[in-house]
């Protein structure tokens, strides 16, 4: 069974910074793209942030410049740092992944979320 493990979150001051990990546990043959999501209360899922295996980036525009995307492929952890946190910036956080099974499919996984609060 294929899971996600999130960590990190927590209640931060506005301007601060957080680092957010994630972690796939498994058997899988590859880990594909892997990416960060977010929900806040009332709004839809949107991306923050994706990876390719070969390390490259895709930001949504609001979080450029602002939050870094990174993975460790020997370790099948992605992890999210966020800097100059804003209090916009509250929401649940999930980490998503695609991998390729030794059966030869292409399946995703969503991990549980981590909720970041940034408040004052």
């Known amino acids: 069974q294929v899971q996600l493990v999130e960590s990190g979150g927590g209640l931060v001051q506005p301007g601060g910074s957080l680092r957010l990990s994630c972690s796939v546990s498994g058997s899988i043959l590859s880990l594909n793209d892997m990416g960060w999501y977010r929900q806040a209360p009332g709004k839809e899922r949107e991306l923050v942030a994706s990876i390719t295996s070969g390390g490259s980036t895709k930001y949504a525009d609001s979080m450029k410049g602002r939050f870094t995307i990174s993975r460790d492929n020997a370790k099948n952890t992605v992890y999210l740092q966020m800097n100059s946190l804003k209090p916009e910036d509250t929401a649940v956080y999930y980490c998503?992944?695609?991998?390729?099974?030794?059966?030869?499919?292409?399946?995703?996984?969503w991990g549980q979320g981590t909720l970041v609060t940034v408040s004052s």
């Open positions: 998503h992944a695609d991998y390729r099974t030794w059966y030869g499919q292409y399946l995703e996984r």
